[in-house]
């Protein structure tokens, strides 16, 4: 029997993972594709977007974000990874006049630096002018994070299944998977974190988690390194700077 199966091998999938082999804990992951793909795909800010209109349960999990980031960082950079795939920049957010004081009580509150901002001084011609900058904010380049995960847990012995679970039944002990290929794998401990999958999964378990997925639409443009400076999030959209411009 396996000690922990890992349903899905996105970003959440692979930090599980992570953190079980620091505490010397077997884990397998199973996944449809080799690199989870919704991770692989996601823009990699580290902060949700207006975090002050979310609760204060996200925000917990979110608001040192950077700091934790840097310290994964610190033990994967060699592995497919460099330091300049996290993008230290700053998050410029615009915001209209009425919630200005909503977004400095909240960096208040969670001790997070902050100032007002025209989106233009960071870059010129930026069409909007009102908002905030939190310099201590930034993103990460998830293709590349994944990569490394995915290197370090290969050299930790982690198992990896390319194959999609079908089937999630509750044991005595643990519980029993099925793949749509016939494996049935037995697993004293399941992590489900298959993205909007999951809610499938754990409708077989008696749990009603409503998700949708969500349709977004990506555009890469190459412009001159630095040009960019910072990530520049509006209601219409966003721009998300890496390294070499991309």
């Known amino acids: ?21 620091k505490r010397e804990i077997s884990a397998t992951v199973i996944d449809e594709s080799e690199g989870g793909l ?10 949700p977007l207006y975090a002050w209109r979310y609760s204060d349960a996200m925000n917990r999990l ?4 950077m700091a934790r980031y840097r310290e994964l960082f610190s033990e994967l950079v060699g592995r497919c990874l460099e330091w300049s795939d996290l993008h230290q920049g700053g998050l410029w957010v615009h915001v209209d006049t009425k919630e200005m004081n909503t977004v400095k009580d909240w960096a208040g509150k969670w001790g997070v630096l902050s100032e007002t901002l025209s989106g233009s001084v960071l870059l010129p011609s ?28 290969t050299s930790k012995g982690v198992s990896f299944i390319k194959d999609k679970v079908v089937s999630l039944l509750p044991k005595q002990k643990g519980a029993a998977l099925e793949t749509q290929n016939g494996l049935v794998l037995n697993a004293e401990n399941v992590i489900v974190c298959a993205g ?6 754990l409708s077989m378990l008696g749990v009603s988690l409503p998700m949708f997925p969500v349709k977004g639409e990506m555009l890469l443009y190459y412009l001159t390194p630095g040009r960019v400076p910072s990530v520049m999030l509006t209601q219409s959209g966003y721009l998300i700077p890496r390294a070499d411009g991309a």
Do not use: C, H, Q
């Not at 919704?38 to 902060?47: D, K």
């Not at 909007?196 to 999964?201: D, H, R, T």
């Open 1 to 21: 029997m396996r000690e922990v199966v890992i349903v899905g091998g996105g970003i959440v999938g692979l930090l599980g993972a992570f953190e079980l082999t």
């Open 62 to 65: 979110t608001f040192d974000a």
């Open 196 to 201: 909007v999958g999951s809610s499938k999964l």
């Open 38 to 47: 919704a991770s692989w795909a996601g823009g990699g800010i580290l902060s």
């Open 126 to 153: 930026f069409p909007f002018s009102e908002g905030v900058f939190f310099p201590d904010l930034g993103n990460v380049r998830n293709p590349r994070l994944l990569k490394a995960l995915r290197s370090y847990l």
